[in-house]
């Protein structure tokens, strides 16, 4: 059975994330040419090590310490999937909030979890008093689609810090 739900901080175990399969094999990209998405071929693989997942797990620690909120997807006990909404809001009008994580472990990628998670994180957003999610999004095709789905567009405001930690990624927002 599906579970999606927002822990809290004494849910948090170092190593949670431990069995989780961040695999992703990209070979195709999108880059934001001036507001126009072009597609480019590009190949790269993106695997956590156990050091990164338990890094992960301790900014799941840190995001609920400061007011943050952390979305867990399980089946049965395994946790398969998790959605992460940073605690500060940012933006000229402060209406912002980042959603700086969004993974579904690979074996049960295609099951619409991603989907999920992302509908429960918005909500969990504007709880907070966001109106907008803000997401640094991974360029591969795959992912660009799944956030254009979910109903994302480029972002009208551009959060320097979150661009250059990542500057490949496409700046996306979602009005919740």
Not at 6 to 33: A, H, K, W, Y
Request: aromatic share 10%; charged share 25%; with cysteine.
């Amino acid at each position: 059975m599906l579970t999606i739900s927002v822990i809290q901080i004494g849910d948090v175990l170092p190593g949670m994330l431990d069995s989780f399969e961040r695999f992703q094999r990209t070979t195709r990209v999108l880059f934001n040419d001036q507001g126009t998405l072009i597609e480019n071929e590009d190949l790269f693989e993106d695997n956590w090590t156990l050091e990164k997942k338990r890094q992960i797990v301790e900014h799941f620690r840190q995001t609920i310490k400061k007011g943050g909120v952390v979305v867990i997807a399980k089946q049965e006990e395994q946790l398969i999937g998790f959605a992460v909404i940073e605690a500060v809001p940012f933006g000229s009008e402060s209406i912002y909030r980042e959603l700086s994580f969004l993974h579904v472990t690979r074996p049960a990628r295609g099951q619409k979890i991603g989907e999920y998670l992302f509908l429960k994180a918005k909500e969990a957003a504007k709880l907070l008093g966001a109106e907008k999610l803000y997401i640094g999004a991974h360029p591969s095709v795959e992912t660009q689609n799944f956030y254009h789905k979910m109903g994302c567009v480029l972002a009208a405001e551009i959060n320097e810090c979150i661009y250059k930690r990542e500057i490949s990624d496409i700046q996306l927002e979602v009005t919740l």
